[in-house]
C-alpha cells in the first residue's frame, strides 16, 4: 500500500534503524480489509523508545486518508502480556498521542501471532497470547460495555444512524463468533455467523449491518424499525 510505503520512507529519513519491523493486523490480517471504510491498523517494532516529537514530524507528511493508525513497541514488549506494559505512543485517528493504552491488548498481539503481515521484519516474530486470558475479557466486554450500550440505544438518538447498526449488530456478533472459533475474527464472518446461529429471523438487521459495512441497497426504509429489529438482535445475541 501507497501510504505503508511513505510511512516507511519517512521514518527512515527521519530516524534511520528506528523502525525494525511493521506489521498490519486488523481487518487487513484478517481478511477483511473494506477500501473507503477500513482503517489501516499497524504495529511498528523499533530499536529504541520512540519519541512524540519525532512520531509528530512522521505524521505530518502521512495522507489523512486512510487513517494510518497504529502503535510503537519494541520486541521485548511482543513477548510481554500487554496488560503489563505502561502506556506507550501511538497514532489514532491522525493525532499522535503520547502514552496511551490503545491498541496494546491481547486482541491486537492475538490477531499479528494469528496472521499479521509483515511488511519489515521476520515473518513470524516471537509474540505473547494467552487464549483464556483473551476470552475472559471477551466475556467481560459484552457484559461491561455492550449490554449498558444497548440499554442507551433504547433512548439514544444515535441509534437511528447507520453507523451505530453496524457498529453494534456487528460488534457483539464478533465477540460471540470470536469465542465460538478460539480465535479472533472479521466482522463480515461474523455476520454470517451471526445468522447461522441466531437463525434467519435475524438476517434482515444482519444483512443491512453487513450493507453498511460493505456497500448495497438499504434493507430498511424506516429508521424506528431499524432501531427495533438492531435491539431485539442485541437483546438475543448478549443471552446467547
Not at 134 to 149: I, K, V
Not at 196 to 211: F, K, M, N, Q
Amino acid at each position: 500500500m501507497k501510504v505503508i510505503d511513505e510511512f516507511l520512507a519517512r521514518a527512515d529519513t527521519l530516524a534511520p534503524g528506528l523502525v525494525e519491523g511493521l506489521y498490519l493486523h486488523g481487518s487487513i490480517a484478517l481478511g477483511d480489509y473494506r477500501p473507503g471504510v477500513s482503517d489501516i491498523d499497524f504495529v511498528a517494532v523499533t530499536s529504541a523508545p520512540a519519541a512524540p516529537d519525532l512520531l509528530r514530524r512522521l505524521h505530518r507528511s502521512l495522507p489523512r486518508r486512510p487513517h494510518l493508525d497504529g502503535i510503537f513497541v519494541t520486541r521485548d514488549d511482543l513477548r510481554r502480556d500487554p496488560a503489563t506494559l505502561p502506556p506507550g505512543p501511538a497514532i489514532h485517528e491522525n493525532r499522535v498521542l503520547a502514552a496511551t493504552d490503545f491498541e496494546r491488548n491481547l486482541v491486537t498481539w492475538h490477531v499479528l501471532a494469528q496472521g499479521g503481515v509483515a511488511v519489515r521484519g521476520p515473518q513470524h516474530p516471537e509474540i505473547f497470547t494467552d487464549w483464556p486470558a483473551l476470552a475472559a475479557r471477551t466475556r467481560d466486554n459484552l457484559e461491561s460495555y455492550w449490554r449498558p450500550w444497548t440499554r442507551r440505544m433504547r433512548t439514544h438518538p444515535a441509534a437511528l444512524t447507520a453507523a451505530a447498526v453496524s457498529w453494534g449488530v456487528l460488534g457483539v456478533a464478533r465477540l460471540r463468533n470470536t469465542l465460538e472459533a478460539g480465535r479472533v475474527t472479521a466482522k463480515t464472518d461474523a455476520g454470517e455467523f451471526a445468522v447461522r446461529t441466531y437463525g434467519s429471523r435475524w438476517e434482515p438487521i444482519v444483512g443491512e449491518a453487513l450493507r453498511i459495512r460493505c456497500g448495497g441497497s438499504p434493507r430498511f426504509r424506516n429508521p424506528l424499525r431499524r432501531r427495533a429489529e438492531m435491539l431485539a438482535f442485541l437483546t438475543r445475541a448478549l443471552t446467547h
